[in-house]
């Protein structure tokens, strides 16, 4: 029996950076908003005490609970995939604030090119050199028009930084001045200039300095303690929705934040949302959530696990290539597309390795999106390189040169020796979609309340591989460079395929952003095209993936989204922004 409930403006499944944005912005225009949250009441007091590497960093305790809800993966479209119930292989934000709390704060926008790739690519190199099964396009929407949403995200934040010399044109400079500079990132930036490249800062939301946003809340400095990614943030240093948009939200006493409730499906009649069904998992109860808009506002593999048991829209079939939802899926991918690079050791420097933040470090650019000539290159879309000083936590770091036996006496000896002796360059490229690389339902496997989790197929390609080998050359060239006595430098292979890890929380698409219902779930204002009142938002509205981290490019299209929720509860209805006429 599912208990109808007191009808509200808007309700929302999620509880981080997009929940919390359409939160504030919402109450602050006068409206009701229940949000719900599967995960946990969590508060900064919770987080005091918590550097405990076992707990969160082995553990989890912060991460989604993979053994109620998780995803089931494949490399390939002709074998059966395998549920992920591992955190180690996939760290999804839970709990109030998602990762919003867990995140380690490394804070860059995406590129003009990135929003305009199909158009800018085509127009520089031809239609011939996008790849045969590549679906890139357009997002609909230009940096340009995107950009006051970056700036008042940045500011909600207390981004710390510098701008990037080889970057976008700006509103504003950063709210607050790049992190603390260190010997580790001298030696970086140094080599990297001499080799003719173009470092900078990388902007974080590690406040450099005690900040007080627009919304009153204040972000305190930062202290350095290497706590960032996977742990909450104890002295309230690290801009996270909890001490930010969440707080800003609970001031206007027109926002309720349900925890311990999970959403099952969106509540609609093929036209219009009603509301959401969610069970109650500490009760066992389920409820239905009636509002004039709903907010999908979760994880991508949320959003598209919703959007697919509601049955909205059209799924896409990788074999016709028809239908939307589920396309275009993307990501970060730790054996490919990050968490690749060079370690160098060093015999007679010393560093401080036990101190960083989580966005406190140098990135450079030149190699980013479209800033490299691509036009004798086997690959599309580049990469970024960058050295965080993140500080390296006792028992999770522990780095040997290659030719060190895998234990004993000689591992001992290298692991003390080289703590503070080595260095990490790591690249971040871009991912491009294909095809045969998309998110649908498992017909096998169910979450704990017995509906289909949602399956994720990734294939890689050659431009994905030759993207990959470019950004590590280009990370042992600077490792080189900085004097390196020893170095272990990864290696991608031709034949390298998806490994079933999750380890990022960098993964796009699958309701996808676009100028017309034919090539697109959503519009520009995460609006979704075939239901005006249900608003898709976060990364899965990313039709590729980007060389930069993503979560303030997220924070910018949450506060498009939610000027369009406003505009469109005032005026009663009505898409926020109108498709483009197919001969425009």
Same mark, same amino acid.
């Given at each position: ?20 944005i359409a ?10 908003v229940?949000?719900?949250e ?7 007091e ?8 076992l707990?969160?960093s ?11 809800d ?5 490399n390939s479209?002709d ?6 119930r591992?955190?180690?292989?996939a760290?999804?934000g839970?709990n ?12 860059f ?8 790739? #199909?158009?800018?690519t085509?127009e520089?190199?031809g239609?011939?050199k ?11 929407i230009?940096y340009?028009e995107? $950009?006051?949403?970056?700036?008042q995200?940045?500011?909600t934040?207390a981004?710390?930084?510098? $701008? ?6 700006r509103?504003?400079?950063y709210?607050?001045p790049p992190?603390?500079?260190t010997?580790n990132?001298r030696?970086f930036t140094?080599?990297?200039k ?7 800062r990388?902007?974080s939301a ?8 627009p919304?009153?809340?204040t972000?305190?400095?930062c ?5 960032c990614e $996977?742990?909450?943030c ?6 996270d929705?909890i001490g ?6 609970r001031?206007?006493?027109?926002m309720?934040l ?6 099952n499906?969106?509540?609609?009649d093929?036209k219009?949302a009603?509301? =959401? ?6 009760t066992g109860?389920?409820?239905e959530?009636?509002?004039d808009?709903v ?6 593999f949320?959003?598209?696990? =919703? ?8 799924p896409?079939d990788?074999?016709?290539g ?5 396309k275009?899926?993307?990501?970060h991918f730790?054996? =490919?597309s990050t ?7 060093? /015999? ?5 390795n036990?101190?960083?933040?989580g966005?406190m ?5 030149d ?6 000539d ?10 970024e390189?960058?050295y965080?000083?993140?500080?390296s ?8 040169p290659?030719?060190?036996p895998g234990?004993?006496?000689e ?14 360059i790591?690249a971040q490229?871009?991912?491009?979609p294909?095809k045969?690389t #998309? ?16 399956r994720?197929t990734v294939e890689?390609t050659?431009q ?9 050359a280009?990370?042992?060239?600077i ?8 170095m ?13 890890k999750?380890y990022?929380?960098h993964?796009?698409?699958?309701a996808?952003?676009?100028?017309t219902?034919?090539n ?6 995460s ?10 938002v976060g990364g899965?509205?990313f ?7 993503p979560?303030?490019t997220?924070?910018a299209?949450?506060?498009?989204a939610a000027e ?6 005032? /005026?009663?209805?009505n898409?926020?922004?109108?498709? =483009?006429?197919?001969?425009?």
């Open positions: 029996m599912v208990k109808k409930l007191k009808k509200v403006d808007a309700v929302i499944v999620g509880s981080g950076w997009v929940g919390g939160a504030a912005e919402l109450t602050k225009a006068g409206y009701n229940v949000i719900l599967r995960g946990k009441n969590k508060k900064h919770d987080f005091i005490g918590t550097k405990d590497e707990r969160y082995r553990r989890y305790e912060l991460m989604q609970e993979l053994n109620k998780t995803i089931t993966s494949r479209m074998k059966e995939a395998i549920p992920v591992n955190n180690m292989n760290r999804l839970n109030t604030g998602g990762a919003g709390v867990h995140w380690n704060g490394m804070s926008r995406w590129m003009p090119y990135d929003f305009e790739i #199909y158009s800018k085509v520089r190199y239609k011939d996008i790849p045969k099964g590549c679906t890139m396009q357009d997002w609909g230009t340009d995107i $950009e006051p949403y970056f700036d995200y940045e500011k934040a981004i710390s930084g510098e $701008e990037n010399p080889l970057g976008a044109s509103s504003d400079k709210p607050n992190m603390k500079d010997p990132i030696l140094k080599a990297a001499a080799l003719g490249y173009h470092p900078y990388i902007p590690n406040a450099s300095q005690t900040y007080t946003n919304d009153g809340e972000i305190n400095g202290v350095y303690c290497a706590f $996977e742990y909450g104890d002295f309230g240093a690290k801009a929705p930010t948009v969440l707080k800003t939200a001031k206007t006493g027109k309720e349900r925890n311990n409730a999970f959403v499906r969106v509540s609609h093929g219009k009603n509301g =959401l069904i969610y069970t109650d998992t500490t109860e389920d409820f959530q009636p509002a808009i907010v999908l506002a979760g994880f991508v949320t959003n598209i696990k =919703l959007l697919l048991h509601s049955k909205i829209g059209q896409y990788p074999k016709t028809q239908g939307i939802i589920g275009n899926f993307t990501g730790n054996n =490919l968490y690749i690079g060079a370690r160098g050791f060093f /015999e007679d420097k010393k560093f401080n036990f101190m960083g933040a966005g470090g140098s990135s450079v650019g190699f980013s999106g479209d800033n490299e691509h036009t004798n290159l086997n690959y599309l879309h580049g990469y390189v960058h965080s000083q993140l500080g936590r006792p028992i999770a770091n522990n780095s040997v290659y030719d060190t234990w004993g006496k591992f001992k000896k290298n692991s003390i020796k080289y703590y503070n002796r080595n260095l990490f790591t490229t871009g991912f491009l294909n045969n #998309y998110l649908d339902l498992d017909p096998t496997y169910k979450d704990a309340l017995g509906n289909p989790l949602l994720v890689y050659k994905d591989i030759e993207r990959a080998k470019a950004g590590v280009r990370c042992e060239e490792m080189k460079e900085m004097g390196a006595d020893k272990n430098v990864d290696v991608v292979r031709d034949d390298t395929v998806f490994d079933h999750f990022t929380d993964f796009f698409g699958g996808i952003m676009g100028a219902p034919e697109s779930a959503v519009n520009t204002y609006q979704m095209w075939n239901m005006e009142n249900l608003f898709v899965s509205s039709p590729h993936t980007g060389n930069y981290n979560t303030v997220i924070g299209f949450a506060y498009r369009g929720m406003i505009k469109f509860l005032k /005026e009663g209805g898409l926020a922004v109108k498709p =483009l006429e197919k001969n425009a």
